[in-house]
């Protein structure tokens, strides 16, 4: 499986991106994919996941009710869009995948074994 995420960029506090995540291979059906990101200094944190079977979702509290995790099952894309965005939401946003549950429990680094090379989101104040 492969995951190519695309959409960061720099944009003022307040603004909005969009960030996408194209993936590859027969096993994604049976995927969670899931965004995290990493701010410099800082260990890689959870944003949100979506089953790609039903389409259930789990957001992280910080970025609840800013961001919206969706996908595309005909383009195999899954969206991350983000609004209000702040300054700290800086970071390299990864998106990842894995044939796992969708749960808080799993909603860590470990737990997806599959992985994209990461874009740049940048919030200036």
């Known amino acids: 499986v492969q995951l190519q995420a695309s959409g960061g960029g720099l944009v003022q506090a307040g603004g909005s991106l969009r960030l996408s995540c194209v993936a590859s291979?027969?096993?994604?059906?049976?995927?969670?994919v899931a965004w995290f990101r990493q701010a410099p200094g800082k260990e890689r944190e959870f944003v949100a996941a979506?089953?790609?079977?039903?389409?259930?979702?789990l957001h992280a509290d910080s970025i609840k009710g800013r961001f919206a995790i969706s996908r595309d099952r005909a383009k195999k894309t899954t969206a991350l869009q983000m609004n209000s965005l702040k300054p700290e939401d800086t970071a390299v946003y990864y998106c990842?995948?894995?044939?796992?549950?969708?749960?808080?429990?799993?909603?860590?680094?470990?737990?997806?074994?599959?992985w994209g090379q990461g874009t740049q989101v940048t919030v200036s104040s």
């Open positions: 291979g027969s096993t994604v059906s049976r995927f969670t």
């Open positions: 979506i089953k790609w079977s039903d389409g259930s979702t």
């Open positions: 990842s995948g894995s044939n796992t549950v969708i749960s808080s429990a799993r909603a860590t680094p470990n737990a997806y074994a599959y």
